[in-house]
């Protein structure tokens, strides 16, 4: 039967995997939050930085001030206090009467905190750079830059409850140095971080793609119509594991609904022909089985006369002719259930009944019914197959198929007697062919073996009860079947074959 293949051309693409474009998302997301982190970091820092030097000062000039309003500013008690505020916030603290003598000052950068004072009552100057951040009523904080220097300073000056004046003085150099010295541990982190995502990506991308994969083999085998291959759910389903449960409830019916489409199909075929056949074969049957059983009945019938006439006297030739006549019928018997069963076969009343089911199964089964048979006749067969191989047809008529091939094998077999069976998978399905030693089919003859009482040799199909129907009967079957069969000579023997579906 010649199939037709529709080819479907689609644009030639790259192909990624997911897990690789799950690597890629990951290291993209990773790489831009370090890049925002070292932005951030660059931009942002300073300014925080100065607000929180800034809230210090201030919480620093109220503590103070509070203290010089109930006069323990001053006392040796408080001078740990004042200690500790200068040493928590990192300021320079200088304290000076309304004249400018110092009355109380940190203990380091004395003399830089008096210049200060200095600038900041003497002189109303201001330097490139210098910025007020805040102008209360009691102190004003101001962003200065010390041009010799090139440093920027954050600067408190004003007046405390009791009449002197306070400076504090806090360095902005040292945060731009942690932002530098912190950028460059974060381009060393970065590095890492990225060695780390590469692999963690790869085990993570692995793992929750594989269903992913699994899903993808699934179905690609089904678009190549092999139902076999399940989807296997994990402990702990998501949504994947529904849908691959979904792909196994889908490949079921797809699987049986293809069954079903060809059954349909073989069917259609079949009543087609048979609208076009069925005159032809009845003339055919009744010419044939009129041939057929025509030296039966004569053996019959002179043996019976001849019983009847009491022409044969001796009690053995008496049992050997009943004999005759009863092997006559029997074959008689053979004929006509054969000939009823190919009659109906190809007439159309039999309806395949298709199924998956196991081609090693059913020949070694066959083998095994015919064990005493191969023994008598010293045949050696070779199968040489044990795993299960699963194919797609009516197991009953196939049965039937291969039973005539093998028998035929049996009674025809010579030389080395070795029966060879073979499975060999072809483009569109498995082909199963039987092979025996013995003599080859005259050329003349192989292409009419298939034909309703056609032998070969005639005396030796005669001999083993043979009635040439048994091949006519696999013709009909596995044109049912829509699938090839067929017989050629090899060297020191004959093989017979037919083709099936795989499952």
């Known amino acids: 039967m010649k199939k037709h293949k529709i080819n479907f051309k689609t644009p030639h693409r790259k192909n990624i995997s997911i897990s690789t474009e799950l690597a890629i998302s990951i290291l993209l997301v990773t790489a831009v939050m370090l890049s925002l982190v070292y932005f951030m970091n660059s931009v942002f820092l300073s300014t925080i930085y100065l607000r929180y030097k800034k809230e210090a000062m201030e919480e620093s000039f109220s503590e103070l001030d509070e203290a010089s309003a109930d006069g323990t500013l001053y006392t040796a008690k408080y001078r740990v206090t004042f200690e500790k505020i200068c040493g928590r916030n990192n300021l320079q603290i200088l304290i000076a009467s309304s004249n400018g003598v110092p009355v109380l000052t940190s203990q380091n950068e004395k003399d830089m905190l008096v210049s200060q004072l200095y600038r900041v009552m003497f002189s109303n100057e201001q330097e490139d750079g210098d910025k007020i951040v805040l102008n209360e009523e009691s102190y004003t904080i101001e962003l200065r830059k010390d041009s010799r220097m090139g440093e920027q300073y954050l600067i408190l000056w004003g007046t405390l409850s009791d009449g002197n004046i306070i400076i504090m003085r806090a360095g902005m150099q040292p945060i731009k140095e942690s932002a530098k010295i912190s950028n460059s541990f974060l381009l060393f982190i970065a590095l890492i971080v990225i060695c780390v995502a590469v692999i963690v990506s790869y085990f993570i991308g692995e793992k929750i793609t594989e269903p992913v994969k699994q899903l993808n083999k699934i179905s690609k085998s089904m678009t190549n119509l092999d139902f076999n291959a399940k989807y296997v759910p994990r402990k702990r389903m998501n949504e994947l594991d529904q849908l691959g449960e979904n792909m196994n409830s889908m490949s079921e019916k797809l699987e049986q609904t293809i069954l079903e489409l060809k059954q349909a199909n073989l069917s259609l075929k079949h009543d087609i022909s048979v609208l076009n056949d069925n005159e032809k074969r009845r003339r055919e049957f009744l010419s044939n089985v009129s041939h057929e059983l025509k030296t039966p009945i004569a053996l019959i019938q002179g043996y019976a006369e001849g019983l009847s006439d009491g022409i044969f006297t001796d009690p053995e030739d008496q049992k050997y002719y009943a004999d005759v006549i009863s092997d006559e019928a029997k074959k008689m018997n053979t004929i006509v259930k054969e000939l009823l069963d190919l009659n109906q076969l190809e007439g159309g009343q039999y309806n395949l009944d298709l199924e998956r089911f ?119 079957v596995m044109e049912l079947h829509g699938r090839d069969y067929g017989v050629y000579n090899v060297d020191g023997g004959v093989v017979f074959y037919f083709t099936l579906d795989k499952g």
């Open 358 to 476: 196991d081609i090693v199964e059913l020949i070694k089964g066959t083998i095994g019914e015919n064990k005493l048979l191969i023994e008598e006749n010293g045949i050696t067969v070779k199968f040489p197959y044990d795993q299960p191989y699963y194919v797609v047809g009516d197991d009953f008529f196939i049965e039937r198929v291969f039973v005539n091939y093998l028998t035929n094998a049996i009674h025809y077999c010579e030389g080395e007697k070795i029966i060879d069976i073979r499975l060999e998978e072809i483009e569109d399905g498995v082909k199963i062919s039987v092979m025996n030693t013995g003599n080859n089919i005259p050329e003349d003859s192989i292409g009419h073996v298939f034909e309703k009482f056609y032998k070969v040799d005639k005396a030796r199909t005669r001999a083993y009860g043979g009635s040439g129907i048994g091949l006519s009967i696999v013709k009909a």
